[in-house]
């Protein structure tokens, strides 16, 4: 340092070779690298290289292994440097070392702030690893990524950006897409979108790279956590604030667990957590972690903390929150107190220049820091309202962000946003009109960008709306701050919900609401006054005062804007909590004033009346009300009396007002004035002229106000008093006309008696000219009342007496005054006087103009419609005609004029029922239209309306469709979305999809329709009940039980308040409410539906009406369901004889009920009725098909009555007639519906049960198979048809001995009943039990015993629960189980429950049932049960020794089986055989054998040769044929038998094994031995495999037989040996 080099370097030199100094010690290196300077110096570049590399490796080292505080940078890059120049002076300017220093040396310039420096080293380092190792080398990958991340720190993002995406590709195509210099520069690259605002872009890198690192690193690697406070960050920022909190909190749980809670990291992340709490209003949870933050230096946010008090309202320590962040920030920009010695000043002078001075001295990268911080100073000063210094703030920040970051990103907005806000906040106490628009044009700007980068209700968007609705409001641009503020709301309420409350949201919403009130949009204000109301209702207490104040002030608002009976509620509200506080206050009889007010706009004048009278009360006991107080209530009863027209109580209480304002103000005040005109009009309408001319005279005298000289000048003309008459109404004349928002209507009054007043005078110019001023007030106004009609009319009379006085009768006036008498009288439906003027105009017109002008032509068009309206479409048409054909002359063919009259016209076809030329003509009208006005106007919309009424009733619903969606879509454009109109184009749409059961669109429509009606007519209107009418059948349809039900309910209740309750509406809704509670299964209030439906209905209809036909036809349904056979019958025959007398004998809807009867008479058994309905049914259907051949639905029809014809056959067993019935019905089905429909599906059924009972077993499956797919592919899966059909495909499995096929068909049955059972419905519970028995009848064939005998059981438990003892249902289930039980071996409880089901077979059919009567009966089923019952008894007996009783019953039960099956049945040889078995075993091996025989025969002719039951035969022939030492036959019975067993169980199974071990007897038996070994053995051998031990009966028989087999050789050996 002072110079003496070559001394520095002999030290440096003696002190790297004493080797004192540890050999990675930062001290070596630097001595190191003095040395190479001092060897460079002197050209000796070997040892200077020497020396810089040795302290390049000691600087790395620590670089690598010691904290960041240790290491001097600048060593580092001066070290590099010239090793860069040592390197190229060696190698030349590309070498591989040249490169890895360059990225070295640029790192190191990073480090020391020389970003410019780095840029131009990594640049060149990428240039020279590009030559030498290839464009895509991974060293080329790394240079890009660190000189991408040099450019954002440089905050050049757009080459950042372009840097590390040609990094990332490089590294994924080097290293693959899971690499963790991936994820690096995934994050990089995400960092740079983030600095960009490419927010979405850099959400996908950050989750890439996490979902790398989450995979490579472990789970608590600090860059884990910095991925996931990036993406915390962003997605606060984005307003998400579930995934900010997510990814917030797992990374601040990694950091706290490796860096501890004070790192400033951790902090960070701390930090945004905080935030994402105070965007969601947890203010706790943010105070909680801004603190933690606060109390580690972070003191900036103070600033946070403050808002969060000023939220609350904690005005002091919120300011004092501010000036500590205040404080903190003017400390970081150095900024001075701005008076000394007092440290918690502010330094608020000149801060402009000492930014610019601060930004003059700062370097690039660190200028973005100083934009910051000047921003949050001025955050800070706007908090602390130093409104000016912040703006300066504001402008200088933003002129750094727009040259760093560019126009569209967010920071720029925050910028732009504050600086309007300060603006708008300056131009409250400034006249400057400049602030207002600049501040507009910046916010607006800022909305842009905010828009772009954030959702619409994020809390930043939602602030600078509001900003922006302040500042359009100070500059009177009502509508779009009304817009502005609206939004902000909006987006409030989607991101909170509502749920956090606070008096300013309510504050805000009070704020639009005027907004909208000022704005005339009246109904939004109401929601808005709504809204506030509910907010301070969920904050403060029911009972609060303030809450009785805002009502009474928004119900009077309600009551300016006209929304009378949401006024009356809140009114109604604010005197319910005045009066709960018990005192009856002057605020009391202030609400019931206004209640009266309200109640008298709304001419509820008794109403109105109690209100005043308890007002008056509490006034005149309350001794601080006035006179005048109390007179203006008795002035307003009188007004009600007015109203009431009870005129001489109005008299008293006017005239008692009028006293007591006189002698509280005088008898000159302006409230006495009105008070004598209230009395005078009185006196007006009791026809007290003189008195009322009194009272208005010193009305006059106290106030000439228009009115008042009106009132007088019209009781003058009454009295005729012309002069005086014509002075006063003179006077209110002019003074109407100064008056720019004067009434039309008492315009039109002056003008008219003026009129008459010149008219009585003679002078008919005058009279003329004011009988037309009073015209022209009245034309632009809809006549409502009578008296204005009366007025009208005389006004027009008037006006043809001066013109007949004047020019005649003939004169063209004459005519136009006729012409708009006319349409006065049209107005009011006084058809035959407007066509009388018409008439007479459309004369004069003809005479002054001649046939073709044009007025002659609207004369013309205007009779025509008058005509339509009285009911002469076809003069009307003529009329239309004539009109068409003059305009079209006139003003050519696509006049608007011209459209009208085509449109007329269609409307006289439309009344003639001449629909095609009706859809013709309006098509002529809009193409007119479409070629003039563009077919897109109101008048083109209504037409194409009556275009879809006239298609939906030719249901050519297409067409009609098209023309509706037309109609809705021109209305909503030209009347806006909540149009009455547009609601009705919904309706008529819904319609139609509701008669295609397109019932989501239907209710889509319906619902629109609603919303319209509800925000548009009272509460009670009529039309709102048709909507809610129409959405119970939607519902209804759409199986919503319980909302059809409501809107129904709904429909009624509001036509009962409309209507009264004996309305026709009110009955439809009911029948409506009854059918849905019918198809519901709640019959008991369905029937009250439609009871009070025909009690409806019969105040209004005779009885003998179809609606009330169809009413009792479903009642008739509903008893019939419920059991009530009276009460179906009595409801049927009614509805049948109302339908006959209404329609005729031979209608369809006759057929319809009479089919309907004949099912419910076959349901309670009697067959001969139902029978002769559906007989008489099919007579009509049948007639009238043949009457109309082409109708296909009549042909369906005849069908549907055949197959219930069909049914009934089946019943009575008319097996052939009823095939018939069927096979005829479905080939109808089959052509007019197609294969797959549901009635061929049932057509199957019956004739597969038709075919199973003839014995066509395989007939009558395909025929069920074909069913049950038809059943299944349109009906629900648990219907109880499919079950029915599987329980027959189940017996006729069994019947094939399909066993597992019946097991599965009798599963899915009893799945299906299982599901459709009910507690309450015996019949189900009885279906369940006949599955439960058909399933085990099933399993016991599959030896399945124990699932079969619980199935049985279970059986039996239900036919017990629900049958009588004797139920032959409960006999069968008994005779099964005896089955069970005797394969069981468990005889004795065999015999018991055989001998119970025996004893219900005989209760039923007798001991010993004839042949004749079993023959003659069609219950053949319940005669082979009894048989089958006895077989098994006897079984049981036979087997228990018991062989008398067992013969006695087997031939009981053979005898049953001939009688039934015949002779040759397979019953009979079944019983054959087991009388065979028994004389064998008897004996009687002869007897056996002709038994044996001719069951054989039997058996082989059903079953041919290879059954198992021949088997079975053969193996018991073959046992008589052995005892009778017959051994061949005996062998050939066997050996038949072994084949048919071994085919069909198999060569090892048991049955195999019982015929082998009798072989080996016979072969015994005839002496050869080794043949019955071997048979032996083979049986042994098979017992073996089923796992049978020597102490089985079995196995050890074939033992004995062998020993002595053995024996029996020895002893033959041994003779023939001796």
């Given amino acids: 340092k002072v110079g003496n080099e070559q001394q520095a370097m002999e030290c440096y030199h003696e002190a790297v070779e004493s080797g004192g100094l540890p050999h990675d010690s930062w001290a070596l290196g630097v001595a190191h690298k003095s040395l190479g300077g001092f060897f460079l110096t002197k050209n000796m570049n070997v040892a200077s290289l020497e020396s810089f590399n040795e302290a390049a490796t000691i600087f790395e080292w620590n670089i690598d292994n010691t904290s960041g505080s240790e290491i001097n940078y600048e060593d580092v890059v ?130 890439r790279a996490l979902a790398i690192r989450r995979k490579k690193l472990g789970a608590l690697d600090l860059n884990i956590a910095s991925t996931l406070y990036n993406l915390a960050m962003i997605s606060q920022t984005k307003g998400n604030w579930s995934n900010a909190m997510k990814y917030g909190k797992e990374a601040l749980r990694i950091q706290r667990m490796t860096v501890g809670d004070n790192s400033p990291i951790t902090l960070k992340t701390l930090e945004c957590i905080g935030c994402v709490h105070k965007a969601k209003r947890d203010f706790e949870a943010a105070i909680q972690c801004f603190d933690k933050c606060i109390s580690n230096g972070k003191t900036l946010l103070n600033q946070d903390v403050g808002g969060i008090h000023e939220f609350r309202g904690e005005t002091e320590k919120a300011r004092e929150m501010f000036m500590k962040a205040a404080l903190h920030v003017a400390d970081q920009l150095s900024l001075s107190a701005q008076q000394p010695g007092h440290e918690d000043s502010l330094d608020l002078m000149n801060l402009t220049s000492k930014f610019q001075s601060q930004k003059e001295q700062t370097n690039d990268q660190d200028v973005l ?46 910028t732009l946003h504050h600086t309007g806000y300060v603006l708008e906040k300056l131009g409250e106490t400034s006249a400057s009109s400049d602030q207002v628009h600049e501040a507009l044009d910046l916010l607006t700007e800022a909305l842009r960008i905010r828009k772009l980068h954030l959702v619409e209700s994020h809390p930043d968007v939602e602030e600078t709306l509001l900003c922006l609705g302040k500042v359009h409001h100070r500059s009177g641009n009502i509508r779009y701050a009304l817009d502005f503020f609206c939004a902000a709301v909006t987006a409030r309420d989607s991101r909170l919900g509502r749920k956090s409350l606070r008096m300013n949201d309510a504050e805000s919403f009070l704020q639009v609401g005027l907004l909208q009130q000022e704005a005339g949009e009246f109904r939004h204000a109401l929601n808005s006054f709504e809204e506030c109301l509910r907010i301070r209702r969920q904050i403060v ?268 009768n003939g004169h063209i006036k004459y005519a136009k005054l006729l012409h708009q008498k006319g349409n006065q009288h049209g107005t009011r439906s006084e058809h035959t006087q407007a066509i009388e003027a018409y008439v007479e105009a459309l004369r004069i017109y003809k005479e002054q103009y001649g046939d073709t002008h044009l007025s002659v032509a609207n004369t013309l068009y205007n009779l025509g419609v008058s005509l339509n309206a009285k009911g002469s479409p076809e003069k009307a048409v003529r009329c239309f005609v004539k009109a068409l054909r003059i305009t079209k002359a ?87 979305s909540d149009d009455l109109l547009v609601a009705d184009s919904m309706v008529r749409l819904a319609q139609i999809y509701l008669s295609r059961d397109e019932n989501a669109k239907a209710l889509k429509y319906f619902e629109g329709s609603l919303r319209i009606h509800k925000s548009k ?71 009250e539906s439609f009871q009070d439906c025909l009690e409806v209905r019969s105040s209004f209809e005779t009885f003998e009406s179809p609606e009330a036909g169809n009413i009792l036809q479903q009642m008739g349904e509903i008893y019939s369901i419920l059991g009530d056979n009276a009460n179906a019958s009595s409801q049927f025959g009614s509805a049948l004889a109302i339908y006959r007398e209404t329609f005729g004998p031979k209608h369809q809807v006759v057929a319809e009920i009479l089919e309907k009867m004949s099912a419910h008479f076959v349901k309670v058994g009697e067959l001969e009725r139902g029978y002769s309905c559906v007989k008489e049914a099919l007579a009509i259907r049948e007639e009238l098909h043949n009457g109309d051949k082409g109708n296909n639905e009549s042909l369906i029809h005849a069908a549907d009555s055949r197959y219930c014809m069909g049914t009934i056959l089946f019943e009575w067993s008319e097996l052939e007639e009823a095939s018939n019935c069927f096979e005829k019905a479905k080939e109808v089905y089959i052509e007019k519906l197609g294969q797959s429909h549901l009635s061929v599906a049932n057509s199957n059924y019956y004739l597969g049960c038709i075919d199973e009972l003839h014995g066509e077993q395989d007939l009558a499956l395909l025929y069920l198979q074909e069913s049950l797919k038809g059943r299944q592919e349109h009906l629900d899966e648990m219907h109880p048809d499919i079950a029915a059909t599987q329980q027959k495909l189940g017996h006729i499995y069994c019947k094939r001995s399909e066993w597992d096929n019946a097991v599965d068909a009798f599963s899915d049955c009893l799945k299906i009943r299982e599901s459709n059972r009910t507690s309450d419905n015996m019949a189900s519970q009885i279906l369940v039990a006949d599955s439960l028995f058909d399933l085990g009848t099933a399993l016991n064939k599959t030896s399945d015993t124990r699932r079969s005998m619980q199935l049985f059981s279970d059986a039996l438990k239900e036919y017990q629960r629900h049958l009588s003892k004797y139920d032959l249902k409960v006999g069968r289930c008994y005779s099964i189980i005896g089955e069970v039980l005797e394969k069981e071996n468990e005889l004795s409880k065999a015999v018991n429950s055989l001998r119970k089901a025996a004893a219900i077979y005989e209760y039923h059919l007798g001991v010993e049932p004839r042949e004749k009567e079993i023959k003659a009966s069609k219950n053949g089923d319940d005669y082979t049960g009894q048989a089958d019952t006895l077989f098994r008894l006897a079984t049981a007996h036979d087997r228990q020794g018991e062989e008398s009783s067992a013969l006695k019953l087997y031939r009981k039960a053979m005898k049953l089986y001939k009688a039934v099956f015949g002779r040759d049945s397979l019953h009979v040889a079944k ?33 041919g040769d290879n059954h198992e039951d021949v088997a079975e035969t053969l193996f018991g022939m073959g046992i008589v044929f052995e005892k009778r030492r017959d051994y061949n036959a005996a062998m050939k019975a066997y050996s038949d038998c072994l084949r048919i067993r071994s085919s069909k169980f198999g060569s090892d199974s048991m049955e195999v094994a019982q015929v082998v071990v009798n072989i080996g007897v016979v072969r015994g038996n005839k002496g050869d031995f080794q043949g019955a070994l071997k048979s032996w053995k083979k049986a042994l051998s098979i017992y073996r495999k089923h796992s049978l031990g020597d102490s089985d009966p079995l196995v050890a028989t074939v033992i004995g037989h062998m020993n002595l087999a053995n024996i029996l050789m020895n002893n033959s050996s041994k003779r023939r040996t001796k």
């Avoid at 008897?1482 to 002719?1501: N, P, Q, Y």
Wanted: hydrophobic share 40%.
């Fill in 78 to 207: 001066q070290c590099y440097s010239h090793l860069l120049d040592l390197e190229e002076e060696r190698d030349g300017p590309i070498s591989e070392i040249r490169g890895t220093l360059c990225c070295k040396l640029a790192n190191s310039y990073v480090h020391v702030d020389k970003h410019h420096d780095a840029v131009l080293m990594y640049r060149e380092a990428i240039m020279i690893q590009s030559q030498i190792f290839g464009v895509d080398h991974l060293s080329v990958a790394n240079s890009l990524h660190n000189l991408g991340n040099c450019y954002r720190d440089l905050c050049e993002f757009d080459k950042s950006a372009e840097c590390l995406t040609k990094s990332l590709t490089l590294l994924s195509q080097n290293y693959g897409v899971e690499n963790e210099d991936v994820a690096d520069t995934c994050h990089c690259l995400a960092e740079t979108l983030i600095a960009r605002c490419e927010l979405d872009d850099a959400i996908t890198y950050l989750e």
């Fill in 369 to 414: 820091k100083l934009g910051e911080n000047v921003m949050a100073y001025g955050l800070a000063l706007v908090s602390l309202e130093q409104f000016d210094e912040a703006l300066e703030c504001f402008r200088f920040s933003n002129n750094i962000f727009q040259a760093k970051y560019g126009s569209d990103h967010l920071r720029i907005a925050e």
């Fill in 541 to 808: 207490k029911e009972d609060d005062p303030s809450l009785g104040e805002l009502l009474f002030y928004i119900a009077n608002l309600l009551r300016e804007v006209g929304d009378l009976d949401l006024a009356q509620t809140r009114f109604e509200e604010a005197l319910a909590l005045l009066e709960k506080s018990g005192s009856e206050s002057a605020e009391t009889a202030d609400v019931l004033f206004s209640l009266g007010v309200l109640h008298t706009e709304k001419q509820q004048f008794s109403t109105a009346l109690d209100f005043y009278l308890r007002a008056l009360q509490i006034r005149k006991s309350d001794p601080g009300s006035t006179k005048i107080v109390i007179a203006e209530i008795l002035n307003n009863i009188g007004l009600v009396y007015f109203g009431m027209k009870e005129y001489d109580k109005a008299q008293v209480y006017h005239a008692e007002a009028l006293e007591s304002m006189i002698e509280d103000l005088g008898d000159d005040h302006d409230d006495v004035a009105f008070c004598w005109h209230s009395l005078g009009a009185t006196y007006v309408e009791t026809g007290q002229l003189v008195e009322a001319r009194r009272c208005f005279d010193k009305a006059v005298k106290i106030e000439r106000t228009e009115l008042y000289l009106q009132s007088l000048g019209v009781c003058l003309v009454q009295m005729n008093d012309n002069e005086n008459a014509y002075v006063c109404l003179n006077e209110a004349l002019q003074m109407k006309e100064l008056d720019f928002e004067s009434n039309d209507d008492d315009l039109a009054e002056i003008n008219r008696n003026l009129g008459t007043i010149w008219l009585r005078k003679g002078k008919y110019e005058e009279s003329l000219k004011r009988y037309d001023a009073a015209l022209k007030s009245k034309s632009s106004q809809q006549i409502e009342s009578e008296k204005d009609y009366k007025n009208l009319m005389s006004c027009i009379d008037g006006a043809l007496e001066a013109v007949s006085q004047l020019y005649g």
């Fill in 890 to 976: 006139r003003l050519g063919d696509d006049h608007l004029d011209v459209a009208d009259s085509y449109e007329q016209i269609a409307t006289s076809n439309k009344l003639t029922h001449n629909y095609s030329e009706a859809v013709s003509y309006y098509e002529k009208a809009l193409a007119v239209r479409k070629q003039s006005a563009g077919g897109s106007d109101l008048k083109s919309s209504e037409i194409m309306h009556e275009m879809g009424i006239l298609h939906s009733d030719d249901e050519l619903w297409e067409k009609a469709e098209r023309a509706f969606k037309e109609s809705l879509r021109i209305r909503t454009i030209h009347l806006g």
């Fill in 1017 to 1087: 007519l009272e509460s009670s209107d009529p039309d709102l009940a048709k909507i809610y009418q129409s959405l119970g059948t939607v519902h209804a349809a759409l199986g919503s039980t319980d909302k059809a039900i409501f809107c129904l309910d709904k429909s009624i209740e509001i036509f009962i308040e409309a209507n009264g309750r004996f309305d026709e509406n009110v009955a439809i809704s009911l029948a409506r409410k009854g059918e849905v509670l019918h198809t519901n299964g709640q019959y008991e209030v369905a029937l």
């Fill in 1471 to 1503: 019983v054959l055989n087991r009388l065979a078995n028994m004389k064998g075993r008897a004996g009687s091996v002869d007897k056996a054998m002709v038994l044996f025989d001719d069951s054989l025969r039997i058996r082989m002719l059903h079953l």
